[in-house]
């Protein structure tokens, strides 16, 4: 499972919003042992100040889903993350996460992250898989 969250160019970020809504949106990510990270980028955004985060910030429970769709449904899988979040203040954690990023994403390298930085302790993966194939 860490190989294919690890490998995974994008995710599913489920947050909890007001009145208790879920608010879904893809993002990029890295993963680091059971935490994920992410960052604000340069995409055109409205504000730095994500409903994400603001969603984490009222309440940390997330979910993150990663999957794999195929015409060959032989090859399906999703993986599940459930955790807490929460925006890490500037400092040597948000910028190991940040290079981190770069390394993972040829875009940052150009045009590194520069907003918040999203810390997921992930403490439940859950999964499933349409075969037992290698490398899918």
């Known amino acids: 499972m860490r190989a294919r969250v690890a490998s995974a160019p994008v995710a599913r970020l489920g947050t909890i919003g ?3 809504v879920p608010h879904l949106v893809p ?11 992410s960052a604000v980028d340069r995409k055109p955004k409205r504000s730095l100040r994500l409903r994400r985060l603001r969603n984490a910030a009222a309440d940390p429970r997330v979910s993150v889903l990663v999957d794999n769709y195929e015409d ?6 999703w993986i599940r993350l459930d ?3 929460r925006t890490l203040e500037p400092g040597a954690e948000a910028a190991g996460a940040t290079s981190q990023l770069e390394a993972k994403y040829p875009q940052y ?3 590194p992250p520069f907003g918040p930085v999203l810390r997921i302790d992930v403490e439940l993966w859950t999964g499933w898989a349409a075969s037992d194939i290698q490398g899918g």
Do not use: H, I, Q
């Open 18 to 20: 007001r009145a208790g």
């Open 27 to 37: 993002f990029c990510f890295v993963l680091d042992g059971d935490v994920l990270y």
């Open 72 to 77: 060959d449904w032989s090859r399906l899988w």
């Open 83 to 85: 955790g807490r979040a």
């Open 109 to 111: 390298r150009l045009e």
